[in-house]
């Protein structure tokens, strides 16, 4: 079956860039997705790439997708305090039925 | 617009009630879908519809039950709560097609079934 996996934890210095790694099993999949999730809070979607592009650059966040090594990772620039949060990778085709990973703490220390 | 709306935002049951999570979306979504969250995992699909009176089964179905009759509300229904359903519970909806079909998320429903 479909299977996304993620690094349970991570901990930056303010300023510094953040990278979270995310790798999936479902080759079909169209689209794949970060979201962020705040204490209590539903989920946000940060950004995403179609599965025929290699990157994607918005504002403070790179997303790199390799899909030989079915590998995708978020790297936010410059992290701020206000980016600590639950950071879920998640694949779909055409966005539904999404897959989720379990999710990566990103704490950042100031 | 609201966007996707959850109520209630807490509950607790005893082993053997049942309730109904409410979902309402004011987006004109034709695809709706729910999660539930628990520790150290993603979201799991429980139930998801693609349109008014169509429903499907996830990856989690079984104890819960679904019914769409109308664009707007996506209902859950857990006949007969069990503990391992504990869980925080979202509410999605999306288009359904399109550039990138963003899902939005509801604020979440905690569960507790003791």
């Known amino acids: 079956g479909e299977d996304v996996e993620q690094s349970l934890f991570l901990s930056v210095r303010e300023g510094d860039s953040s990278v979270i790694n995310c790798t999936y099993t479902d080759s079909s999949s169209t689209y794949l997705y970060w979201y962020k999730q705040e204490p209590g809070a539903g989920l946000q979607l940060l950004t995403y790439?179609?599965?025929?592009?290699d990157m994607k650059q918005d504002q403070r966040l790179t997303v790199l997708l390799n899909k030989k090594d079915k590998h995708l990772s978020l790297r936010i620039a410059d992290t701020q305090t206000g980016d600590s949060a639950i950071y879920f990778c998640a694949e779909g085709e055409y966005g539904n039925k999404l897959v989720f990973g379990a999710g990566t703490i990103l704490r950042v220390k100031s | 617009n609201a966007g996707v709306t959850q109520t209630p935002k807490f509950q607790v049951l005893k082993t053997g009630q049942s309730m109904t999570l409410q979902c309402a979306q004011d987006?004109?979504?034709?695809?709706m879908s729910w999660y539930r969250q628990d520790p150290g995992m993603g979201l799991r699909l429980i139930h998801y519809?693609?349109?008014?009176?169509i429903t499907d089964q996830g990856e989690v179905p079984n104890g819960y039950n679904v019914s769409r009759s109308t664009t707007e509300d996506f209902p859950l229904r857990l006949l007969s709560a069990a503990p391992s359903q504990t869980s925080v519970y979202f509410c999605?909806?999306?288009w359904g097609t399109g550039t990138n079909n963003e899902q939005f998320f509801g604020p979440g429903t905690r569960l507790t079934v003791l």
């Open positions: 999605a909806s999306s």
């Open positions: 987006m004109n979504h034709e695809y």
């Open positions: 790439i179609f599965s025929n592009m």
């Open positions: 519809s693609v349109g008014a009176g």
